[in-house]
């Protein structure tokens, strides 16, 4: 089979499974010039034609800084699809990279893909596109969930689709089922232009290493290749401890449980609704603050097996975190639960984070008992939900 068809029936199986492209969708593509980025921008030209999807795509080449830079080749590339190309001077990524790079063996890739990410938002924005299409793989996907894993201690790798929220832009990724050698077979049999990388760090990353090892494994192990890829999507089958972490604050059986799964969130909002609702009549609408429910860490409060408060933190500084939501429902007050909880986090985070600050807004008839534990109020009161409040800070 020609490489062109593999690769566009992944793309059709991603984007009928992640939901991605829609009528009416302005898709700006990242375009290095690398293969993958070629490859993307060839096959959503034709995907145009097929998909019976009404959409728009404006490959973005930025202009990085770094040495050598020409994008003539990928100019008239996308003439040939019959797309203008569009050049944006973003040299200033170099220099800072260079600055960045202190004593490193090379430029800081994670630096250098936030700031790109960054640039493409921006761009559009400015020009009223709603998602940003980048090129990356499956394999890059494997290294990625590798990395994460054997550097990082957490099992994570990217998502085909991502909305962000502040931007307003979604990430999508329409290769992420299709493997590196069907690109670089499709760039070979379609004659594809490919520029070289100018990139100083270039084969000489951590994702190269990645990629060597890999290789080595799917040698020894060949049903490995594809069991990893299908891990990544196969829900069904998850099976790690984190739904099962319940941090022990004593040993009568009251436990603090961080938030991982949607029936834990929705314990969290029916205590949250009992208690600041319904027992304190504060508008539902100000009580969920959707776009802080991401950025926060959350918890139960557990008593044996019953959820009887909830808890969670936002981080606001380098080193300093905010306290937020904090409500134990009434039944379960006066027993030392609610206060047992909070002093277990805030030692949890002085611990982990030593030093840090952290602080909160109490509401003013319990000043008394947050100066007991250990809480100096900041500033002048004011008014939350019409409740009197004051910074409270350790």
């Not at 984007?15 to 829609?22: A, H, K, P, V």
Request: overall charge neutral; aromatic content about 10%; glycine content about 4%.
């Amino acid at each position: 089979m020609k490489a062109i068809r593999t690769v566009l029936a992944c793309i059709r199986k991603a984007d009928q499974e992640y939901n991605l492209i829609n009528h009416g969708d302005k898709i700006l593509i990242g375009l290095s010039g690398g293969k993958d980025s070629v490859v993307l921008t060839y096959a959503l030209s034709l995907y145009q034609k097929f998909s019976h999807t009404d959409f728009t795509i404006q490959p973005v080449i930025l202009d990085l800084g770094f040495p050598n830079f020409n994008p003539y080749e990928m100019n008239k590339f996308c003439e040939s699809l019959g797309l203008k190309l569009m050049v944006v001077d973003n040299t200033e990524v170099y220099k800072i990279l260079q600055i960045q790079q202190k004593d490193h063996e090379h430029l800081p890739c994670s630096i250098c893909s936030r700031m790109k990410k960054a640039s493409m938002n921006k761009i559009a924005n400015e020009l009223g596109f709603n998602k940003v299409s980048f090129a990356h793989h499956a394999d890059d996907a494997i290294e990625t969930y590798m990395m994460n894993t054997l550097f990082g201690g957490r099992i994570a790798s990217f998502s085909p689709k991502m909305h962000l929220e502040r931007a307003d832009i979604t990430f999508i990724r329409p290769l992420i089922n299709v493997r590196e050698s069907d690109i670089i077979k499709l760039v070979k049999e379609e004659n594809l232009p490919v520029l070289a990388s100018t990139c100083p760090a270039n084969m000489h990353t951590r994702r190269e290493d990645m990629k060597n090892l890999l290789k080595d494994l799917y040698k020894k192990w060949p049903i490995s290749k594809d069991n990893l890829l299908t891990m990544l999507s196969n829900y069904e089958k998850e099976d790690v401890w984190g739904k099962e972490i319940y941090h022990q604050i004593n040993q009568d059986g009251l436990t603090l449980k961080p938030v991982t799964t949607p029936m834990d969130m929705m314990h969290v909002l029916d205590i949250r609704n009992r208690v600041f609702v319904i027992g304190q009549n504060c508008p539902y609408d100000i009580e969920v603050v959707p776009k802080e429910e991401k950025e926060a860490k959350h918890f139960l409060i557990y008593y044996k097996e019953t959820p009887v408060g909830t808890i969670r933190y936002r981080q606001t500084g380098e080193r300093e975190f905010k306290l937020e939501r904090f409500a134990v429902l009434e039944e379960y007050r006066g027993k030392g639960y609610g206060k047992e909880a909070f002093l277990y986090l805030v030692n949890k985070l002085e611990e982990d984070y030593n030093p840090c600050t952290i602080w909160f807004n109490a509401q003013y008839h319990l000043l008394e008992y947050y100066q007991k534990l250990g809480f100096k109020e900041e500033g002048d009161t004011f008014y939350e939900a019409n409740i009197k409040h004051i910074k409270m800070v350790k």
